[in-house]
Each structure stands twice: as structure tokens, then as C-alpha cells.
């Protein structure tokens, strides 16, 4: 299986920080962020194109589920994160219904906020729960394609 966009982005998260500071947790480094909203505004780009719609639905299922299982997990953005599992959820039931999806204009926006709150979160998550949380659900979506 071809790595997705979300899931190379993931995997620059599995270098462990280079320090620690002042003896905090080590969190995410900035460039693996910055990766990661690069990943997440290309995959937003790839749902509006017919073409790459499935391939960028299933690269944001597994964005939300990472997400929702980190907050979940360091309990911070778990309300935040429940109307964008919603709107996932709905999407992949159209997809599923009719082969297509449709983005309105607000759904987009939904869609941009939403990729603003996993930054967010993966900012101020620890490292190694956000590689836990990347692994578990990169396994979990590569076994329901079976």
C-alpha cells in the first residue's frame, strides 16, 4: 500500500524531539505542524476533484480519527472535534450512497476550521501520543480496506 499524504506527514512525527524543554513533555516539533497543515490543505484541495475524492476522504477519515483519538487521549478539543466527526461521517455515508460528494461552501469552511483545530491540538499534544494515536489509526484504516 501507497502511504498517504496524512500518514508520511505522521511518520516525520516518529523522530523524537531533540530536547527537552524546561522538563516538559516533548510535543511535536514545528516542522512536523507545519507538515501536517500542508497535508491536511492538500487533502481539502483533493475533495473537490471527483478524481481524488475517495483517496482524500479516506486520508481525512484517518486525520479525524487520529485527532479525535488524541484529544480523547490528553483530554483537550474533545467537544471541538465532535461536529467534524459528524461532518466525516456524512461524507463517507454520501460517498458510500452515491459515489460522489458535495461540498458546499459551508461544509469547506467546516472542513478549513476543523484543519485548524487538529493543528491546534497536535501542537499541544505530547509526541508520543500523537505517534501512538497515528500508528493505531493507519493500522485501523489500512484493515477496514480489506
Do not use: K
Not at 499524504?5 to 507545519?34: D, K, N
Not at 507538515?35 to 481539502?44: G, S
Not at 487520529?66 to 460517498?95: C, F, K, N, R
Amino acid at each position: 500500500m501507497t502511504p498517504t499524504t496524512l500518514t508520511i506527514a505522521a511518520r516525520t512525527a516518529l523522530t523524537p524531539p531533540r530536547t527537552h524543554q524546561f522538563g516538559l513533555v516533548p510535543s511535536v516539533p514545528a516542522e512536523t505542524i507545519t507538515a501536517l497543515r500542508e497535508a491536511h490543505e492538500v487533502i481539502l484541495v483533493r475533495l473537490h476533484n471527483p478524481a481524488t475524492a475517495p483517496q482524500a476522504l479516506r486520508e481525512w477519515v484517518e486525520a479525524i480519527n487520529t485527532a479525535s483519538a488524541v484529544t480523547q487521549l490528553i483530554g483537550y478539543g474533545v467537544d471541538e472535534m465532535v461536529p467534524h466527526i459528524d461532518d466525516a461521517l456524512q461524507l463517507a455515508q454520501e460517498w458510500a450512497a452515491h459515489g460522489t460528494i458535495t461540498l458546499t461552501p459551508a461544509i469547506s469552511l467546516r472542513l478549513a476550521y476543523c484543519a485548524a483545530i487538529i493543528d491546534s491540538v497536535m501542537r499541544t499534544a505530547p509526541h508520543e501520543v500523537v505517534v501512538a494515536c497515528a500508528e493505531a489509526c493507519e493500522a485501523m484504516c489500512v484493515g477496514g480496506e480489506r
